[in-house]
């Protein structure tokens, strides 16, 4: 079962030493940002495979599923990483039944647009230095406001997973 305490400690220890420290800020910004793509990734794998773990009978294709497509999946973007990974554990016909209700209700949107922007925001603080440069990252109060939009629409998914 997936929870966000841990990623909640984490930030808000990040917020404290980003609002107390300003020539440091821009650390404690892009650690945020690197801690909280981190969680997501590794939020959306425990969502695939408890529900492999609880559904699949087998052990060759719970072990199948988590070598093949768990661990050969490296990033938390929805259609290149999550939405792979759910269509190969449920099907298409399955995924798009989850995929009604969040469409409706626009979560869905929020979720891939929520994703993308973080998505290209790790990409550049994983492969950028902040020494010399005058990149900026989102506070760490932003960076939990994107983990309190995401939290609720992940758990919807690994609850609809339960149910199938």
Not at 64 to 76: I, R
Not at 121 to 149: D, M
Request: one cysteine or more; hydrophobic letters at 40%; a negative charge.
């Amino acid at each position: 079962m997936i929870d966000s305490i841990g990623i909640t400690t984490t930030i808000d220890e990040l917020d404290v030493l980003y609002n107390s420290n300003p020539l440091q800020a821009t650390y404690f910004s892009k650690l945020a940002v690197l801690e909280l793509c981190g969680w997501l990734e590794l939020t959306m794998d425990c969502i695939v495979n408890e529900c492999a773990n609880s559904k699949l009978s087998l052990q060759s294709n719970k072990d199948f599923f988590e070598k093949k497509v768990v661990d050969s999946t490296f990033g938390f973007h929805y259609d290149q990483h999550f939405r792979p990974m759910l269509m190969k554990l449920i099907g298409l016909i399955k995924l798009e039944q989850i995929e009604s209700g969040l469409i409706t209700s626009g979560e869905l949107s929020i979720l891939e647009s929520h994703l993308g922007t973080l998505n290209q925001t790790r990409r550049r603080a994983a492969h950028t230095s902040i020494v010399g440069a005058t990149v900026t990252y989102e506070a760490p109060s932003k960076i939990r406001q994107y983990l309190n939009t995401l939290f609720p629409i992940l758990k919807k998914f690994e609850t609809a997973l339960q149910i199938i």
